[in-house]
């Protein structure tokens, strides 16, 4: 194990280019003369929607936007109620404002994303437009025409409102200082800056939300047989993450393939469990209470480009920090299955805390271990209160780490994500300190969340090395445990949440399913991979499978082999840990 452990500030003129060579028109529309088809597949099981999406950007994009068009415009229902009722401000104003503040930056250096977003627009706007002319064609004559035609307008769905569902998660950070962003643009200011005319309002603390995520990580003495295990919980509101029921897998044209849990229309995972195809494990959960926030780039790109373009656990370290502005600060919980290492990035604005484990784990529980972070970058008072979620989740999870100690396994990860064991009651007590929340049914006598609110875990997602070698993971949907969760039933017990009952779903009780990636797919990167590296000296639990492949990086999601464009910047190796601190340190400043 070694620690980077500094305070770091990220380099403003630092710059990653992992797509130079892709040149869209911006104006790209379903009106131009590109000729696209929907190049992938939907199925649905067990409360799933299974999708996987092959080819270039603006091929994956357009199949997305295509196979899941219906929940996209739900989403952007749930959106114009979700915004207004949360910050007083309409959907338009969030796309708007969000859309001008990073786009500029995307496409800079995340064009690849930039030119997917803008597929996923058009594949919408042609799934819709079949969809009204077929309604259309129940009307006669000049009044259907007018029907289909208002129906277009009405639901159509632009970059700008793609790009805003996107950084969705990033909104209650950048919120505080939207003001200061918008008087500063002046585009925006000449739209906006009225609001903010004598409207204190606008600055106050949001009303706090509900932690997300309960996660480990663990290897060595702590597995079954010695490998890696991953597991994640996802804790949120039930009206926005109800549609993170999206399992995708991705074969693109230049980087690894992988699969992502995520939401219909976006670009990364949002609850963020990935395994790609070159043998990386990837999940986080969020560190509460974050203040800091400066314009920079956007998580959502950062950590796709991270999933898709790394080939050692530095380059996720390295990418995660470059132009990091604190927008959705994370506790990143890494695994490389091909050396059997497993890292935790504690990724704040101003520090940053990395740490490395061959044998060992490591737990989120939405605070971060860092004091610094926890002191100087929150207001996070519940590391230590077994009363609140956090609290009592790290001593929980800590507890259940040492007690399956030699037998986690997915199985395993599976029943600790299910548990609802609260240590402050001590006894069985689902509620929001337990592994398995539910705000929903907490009271909240003994702690200061809102009481019965609609949220908590939505999920459950396990994997372990055997399953990643094969991008394969078990999934289950609604809830950890299993519990049902009914509409109907929680309002009229909880009157108080009724204005919530038009956009909330039920969800049943689901089973564990295992997701498995496409057979072709399976049986090319198996035939492309490499020749296995020398396990660690180290690790005794490798030192008898020397045989065993890792995976290999997707050079073409179409089953082809294109060279690379000479020329094209890659993402430098890390080779050593003294490198990695003088790497790190260079696309850094300190600032105090």
Not at 17 to 27: C, F, L
Not at 171 to 180: E, T
Not at 227 to 236: E, P
Not at 407 to 412: C, D, H, L, P, S
Request: glycine share 6%.
């Amino acid at each position: 194990m070694y620690i980077v452990y500094d305070m770091l500030n990220v380099n403003d003129k630092a710059d990653i280019n992992v797509n130079d060579n892709v040149n869209v028109n911006d104006n790209v529309n379903v009106n131009d003369n590109v000729n696209v088809n929907v190049n992938g597949s939907r199925y649905e099981k067990d409360g799933w929607i299974c999708i996987n999406i092959y080819g270039a950007p603006y091929e994956r994009g357009y199949t997305i936007g295509y196979l899941l068009s219906n929940e996209i415009k739900d989403c952007m229902r749930m959106l114009d109620f979700l915004l207004m009722n949360t910050y007083g401000l309409p959907r338009s104003f969030f796309s708007d404002v969000i859309s001008q503040l990073f786009r500029k930056q995307i496409k800079e250096r995340f064009m690849e994303l930039y030119v997917e977003m803008k597929g996923i627009v058009a594949g919408i706007k042609k799934a819709h437009a079949k969809q009204s002319y077929g309604q259309a064609k129940h009307a006669e004559g000049a009044e259907g025409a007018e029907m289909s035609s208002h129906a277009q307008a009405r639901e159509e769905i632009t970059i700008d409102d793609i790009i805003m569902w996107n950084s969705f998660l990033m909104i209650d950070s950048m919120f505080s200082s939207i003001s200061d962003l918008i008087a500063k643009n002046p585009q925006l200011k000449k739209k906006y800056a009225h609001i903010y005319d004598d409207t204190a309002f606008i600055n106050k603390p949001r009303s706090r939300t509900v932690e997300r995520c309960s996660a480990f990580i663990a290897v060595g003495d702590y597995t079954k047989d010695g490998k890696i295990v991953c597991s994640h919980n996802s804790f949120s509101n039930f009206i926005d993450t109800q549609y993170s029921n999206i399992m995708m897998y991705v074969y693109p044209d230049k980087g690894n393939a992988f699969v992502m849990q995520t939401s219909p229309g976006w670009v990364w995972s949002g609850t963020n469990f990935y395994i790609s195809s070159n043998g990386f494990i990837c999940t986080e959960t969020t560190i509460g209470g974050f203040l800091n926030f400066k314009l920079r780039d956007p998580i959502f790109c950062r950590i796709r480009k991270a999933v898709q373009y790394s080939k050692s656990l530095d380059d996720y370290a390295k990418i995660l920090i470059e132009r990091n502005g604190g927008d959705y600060a994370n506790a990143w919980l890494i695994g490389d299955i091909n050396n059997n290492t497993i890292m935790r990035v504690e990724l704040g604005y101003k520090f940053v805390n990395i740490e490395k484990k061959t044998n060992g784990y490591f737990i989120g529980y939405n605070s971060a271990e860092d004091p610094r972070i926890r002191n100087m970058e929150t207001d996070d008072t519940d590391f230590y209160d077994i009363r609140t979620s956090s609290g009592a989740r790290r001593v929980r999870l800590t507890e259940l780490m040492e007690k399956y100690k030699g037998e986690i396994n997915v199985k395993i990860g599976q029943k600790i994500l299910a548990d609802h064991y609260d240590v402050y009651l001590k006894k069985i007590n689902p509620s929001n300190r337990t592994c398995c929340s539910h705000y929903d049914l907490d009271d909240s006598l003994v702690s200061s969340y809102i009481p019965f609110y609609p949220g908590g875990a939505l999920d459950g997602i396990v994997t372990d090395t055997t399953m990643a070698r094969e991008m394969s993971l078990a999934g289950r949907w609604g809830n950890s445990c299993g519990k049902a969760f009914n509409v109907k039933k929680f309002v009229e017990k909880n009157p108080q949440w009724m204005d919530q009952a038009d956009y909330l779903v039920d969800r049943p009780s689901q089973k564990w399913t295992v997701f498995r990636q496409d057979e072709r797919m399976r049986v090319k990167l198996a035939a492309s991979a490499p020749v296995a590296s020398a396990p660690l000296a180290s690790d005794k639990h490798l030192a008898s499978k020397r045989s065993e492949q890792p995976l290999a990086s997707v050079r073409s999601a179409q089953i082809t082999s294109k060279k690379r464009v000479a020329g094209r910047k890659t993402i430098s190796k890390i080779k050593s840990k003294s490198t990695i601190k003088k790497s790190l340190r260079k696309t850094i400043k300190k600032n105090m």
